[in-house]
């Protein structure tokens, strides 16, 4: 099993950044790809970012430019750096990872960015 242990959300302004922080630990061998999710109120989960084992990147076309991932690889961290934050960003963050296998690990709780004048 893996667990995912994110941080760094909170409160911003639009033009503004943040950092979000995702700790991976367990059966880390068993991950093919890492990624942010997010989901804001009345809408479906989608995916922000994400990074495969290979190195290779996905991006959602409405964060490309703004954010990037970054990966520390000693620490087991993947990090996401979100700049020029919009309103339309407000989401509860999720990440996760593709099990090599198929499919994701369980779920955490998220993380809150909001951004708001």
């Known amino acids: 099993q893996v667990q995912f242990v994110e941080s760094g959300g909170g409160l911003v302004q639009p033009g503004g950044s943040l950092r979000l922080s995702c700790a991976a630990s367990?059966?880390?061998?068993?991950?093919?790809?890492i990624g942010w999710y997010r989901q804001a109120p009345g809408k479906q989960r989608e995916l922000v970012a994400a990074?495969?084992?290979?190195?290779?990147?996905n991006y959602a076309d409405s964060v490309k430019g703004r954010f990037t991932l970054a990966v520390n690889d000693p620490k087991n961290t993947v990090y996401l750096q979100m700049n020029d934050l919009k309103p339309e960003d407000t989401a509860l963050y999720y990440c996760?990872?593709?099990?090599?296998?198929?499919?994701?690990?369980?779920w955490g709780q998220g993380i809150q960015v909001t951004v708001s004048s």
């Open positions: 367990g059966s880390l061998r068993s991950i093919y790809a």
């Open positions: 990074i495969a084992d290979g190195g290779g990147t």
């Open positions: 996760n990872g593709q099990r090599r296998a198929g499919g994701w690990y369980d």
